[in-house]
């Protein structure tokens, strides 16, 4: 029988998995895939583990949750979106560096991780000096918008290399062409919060074996 270890920081998953899984799905539903570096794909789960190079694809309707496993900092990802998590483990933390190729994702960063929290599209780099925002990229259109919820983000355009903080209530446009410009946030605007009627649990259970070849179960309660 596997042997449940209860934990509520997940820091101490940390040491049990391999160098480069770097996040742990909280909450699924919808058609959500991964897509390793080898060119397999898998759909994801709640409870399943994410590796530097996946990429994740969310379909219509859907919607994915994922909290990293040094920090407990959390991307949600909307649904038709697509993005790839890179990143370098250093000490027990993880340098994370998101690629987004289109769609909208929430970032919350926890403070103690700020400094190496990056998001990137083909237009646009946020880097992480907040907590909280959205970063919508519109590839069709070159396009990409960043609502500031808490803290502060400097958002810069790769082609004009113009940088701006984007403070909280305040939504950040940059577009293909070298634009970058600040306004006021519309509330009406602002992306929902997914919510999976069918959960009724902030928990998670991983299976994993330990050093000695023991099968043991790790329970991740998170908020």
Request: glycine share 8%; net charge positive.
């Amino acid at each position: 029988m596997a042997v449940k270890i209860m934990v509520t920081c997940i820091l101490l998953i940390s040491s049990l998995i391999a160098q480069d899984q770097i996040a742990v799905a909280t909450k699924v539903f919808g058609n959500v895939e991964i897509f390793k570096k080898k060119g397999s794909s898998v759909e994801i789960k709640q409870g399943s583990i994410l590796s530097i190079g996946d990429q994740i694809k969310t379909s219509r309707g859907s919607f994915a949750a994922i909290i990293f496993i040094d920090d407990r900092s959390v991307l949600k990802i909307k649904e038709n979106s697509t993005l790839t998590l890179n990143g370098q483990r250093k000490r027990g933390s993880i340098s994370k560096e998101i690629n987004l190729q289109g769609g909208s994702l929430r970032a919350q960063v926890t403070d103690n991780n700020r400094k190496n929290f990056t998001i990137e599209s083909s237009v646009s780099v946020a880097s992480v000096k907040g907590t909280d925002f959205w970063f919508i990229n519109d590839k069709d259109n070159g396009q990409d918008f960043i609502h500031g919820l808490d803290g502060l983000i400097e958002l810069t355009n790769k082609n004009s290399g113009l940088s701006v903080d984007i403070e909280a209530g305040i939504t950040g446009f940059s577009n293909i062409d070298g634009n970058l410009q600040t306004k006021k946030t519309d509330p009406k605007i602002l992306p929902a919060d997914e919510v999976d009627p069918e959960s009724k649990t902030n928990s998670i259970e991983i299976e994993f074996l330990d050093s000695t070849g023991k099968k043991k179960k790790l329970i991740i309660n998170y908020r």
